[in-house]
């Protein structure tokens, strides 16, 4: 099994400041199986990328992804009030379809 | 416009069997896998498994194999996750999720309650 390590687990910061959240995989899983998804509290997932690096339909251009192989990094480039949430990583290269822990940006 | 819509909250006693849906509407039911994600209350997201409506071909996670079952009936569109016997420590909130370019749609969740 695949072992997504997410870091760091709390990124507090203010509105208008740049967001990098990073996720490291214990093995490769290349460039096209690793999403992000967002979640605010009392609700569903949210997917942001997919293929490390495509925003979903829908999404802001301030958000971006890259990496490839092991390492990974979600960029949010000017936060926006309704971005404080928790952000997970995914890998879908091999069943299981792996998450990271998470990591929770909170306003400073 | 693609919808999955989940059953509503449960509350059962540790023992008891539950059977939970979801329903997808708005695109080609049988051609997208649904993913099963847990989530127990304050904590992250667990991968439990897929399944292919079309075929009913099933992935699961080893955490969850023996655990729990995966079906669905495509002449209904609608996807299952049950339990035989379920314990306290399966209390949690559970979403299906479609897999296309990344799980691209979630259902709303189900909260599932076992307590005696």
């Known amino acids: 099994e695949i072992v997504l390590t997410q870091s760091p687990g709390t990124l507090s910061l203010s509105p208008g400041e740049r967001a990098t959240l990073s996720c490291r995989a214990s093995?490769?899983?290349?460039?096209?199986?690793l999403a992000w998804y967002q979640q605010k509290p009392g609700q569903a997932p949210r997917l942001l990328i997919y293929?490390?690096?495509s925003r979903a339909t829908g999404i802001p251009d301030r958000f971006s992804g890259s990496g490839s192989g092991t390492d990974f990094t979600l960029t949010i480039s000017r936060l926006e009030p309704e971005d404080f949430a928790v952000y997970y990583c995914?890998?879908?290269?091999?069943?299981?379809?792996?998450f990271g822990q998470g990591t929770k940006v909170e306003i400073k | 416009e693609v919808q999955l819509v989940q059953s509503g909250a449960e509350v059962k006693k540790p023992g008891e069997s539950l059977k939970i849906s979801c329903k997808g509407s708005g695109y080609s039911f049988s051609s997208y896998w649904i993913a099963w994600v847990r989530q127990v209350p304050g904590k992250g997201l667990e991968w439990m498994g897929m399944i292919s409506p079309g075929d009913s071909d099933t992935r699961y996670s080893p955490s969850f194999q023996g655990q729990v079952t995966m079906s669905a009936d495509r002449s209904i569109r609608t996807a299952y996750l049950q339990w035989i016997s379920l314990k306290a420590s399966d209390t949690a909130m559970y979403y299906c999720a479609r897999l296309g370019l990344g799980s691209d749609h979630w259902g709303q969740g189900t909260l599932v309650t076992v307590s005696s």
């Open positions: 293929g490390a690096s």
């Open positions: 995914q890998q879908s290269v091999t069943s299981p379809g792996t």
């Open positions: 093995q490769s899983v290349g460039s096209s199986y």
